[in-house]
């Protein structure tokens, strides 16, 4: 990290959203200069996760320090279970992606947790040099695609989503990344990001955060409340989308289930 190309905004110390920005495009920027070391594949992704997480951990440490964290790349601390304030974080989500270049598919997720709510976080996509926040809450462009445009998993997406593309007439658009997907839908690339099968809180807490400041909805297919900063980790499945297509997604789980 260097701190000189970067320096500090003062709103960091007490503004929980440019925090979340700042530590987002923190290590977003020690990954660019991990990828840059001509490493590949296993060693690329573990050099990736690894980097960011330590980004991560020090700025969490430093400037807040009485905050509990989960994050995929560190032992779970269960004390964060009666904590008011937690930070969900993944270093680096598409690792996959991020270990392929030149894909931009890949992310940093910061959320912040407190009391239930997800009040805040941030999605760089380093690659792009973008970072979407509920510090500056995106405007979801006007939809620009007649048919329905469908984010999955590049990797695993779920069979049932197949169905529902056929059924509604839509096209899917797979790429990596949960963060990317949701980011993807928050900037009219996609209308819905359709998931199951696996997930867990870091994969999709910024995420929702940052789609949900944008007016958009998320939630379980089943239409269900997304939870976080639970004993079990797991959250296998969600949806986002334009609100006006919730229905017609939820409405189909409901009539075909996820199989
Ligand atoms: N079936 C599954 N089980 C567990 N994790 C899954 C999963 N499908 C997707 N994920 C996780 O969700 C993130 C986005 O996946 P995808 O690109 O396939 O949509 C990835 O996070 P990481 O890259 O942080 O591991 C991936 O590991
Ligand atoms: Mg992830």
Known sequence: MNSEQSP?????????????VWAAEQAGARLLEVRAQG????????????????????????????????????????ARLSASRVWII????????????????????????VDGVLVAGAVAQPALGETFSTLNPVVVPPRTSEKVRIAVSRSRP?????????????????????????????????????????????????????????????????????VYNKDDVQLPDLIVCRPELAETIVGFVRRHGID
């Open 8 to 20: 500090m905004p003062e709103a960091v110390t007490t503004d929980d959203h440019a925090f979340a």
């Open 39 to 78: 490493l590949e594949g296993r060693a690329l992704k573990d050099a990736g996760d690894a980097a960011a997480q330590e980004v991560l951990a020090a700025l969490l440490a430093e400037h807040r320090p009485d905050d509990r964290v989960l994050s995929e790349e560190a032992v779970d601390d269960k």
């Open 90 to 113: 993944d270093p680096l989500d598409g690792t996959r992606e991020f270990s392929e270049p030149p894909r931009e598919d890949w992310a940093v997720h910061v959320a912040l947790w």
């Open 158 to 226: 779920p069979a049932f989503v197949e169905k529902l593309a056929a059924e509604i007439d839509a096209e899917l658009v797979p790429m990596g990344s949960a963060g990317v997907k949701v980011m993807a839908v928050v900037r009219d690339v996609a209308d819905a990001y359709v998931h199951a099968g696996g997930q867990y809180e870091w994969d999709n807490a910024a995420p929702v955060a940052v789609a949900r400041a944008a007016g958009l909805l998320c939630s379980r297919v089943d239409g269900s409340e997304l």
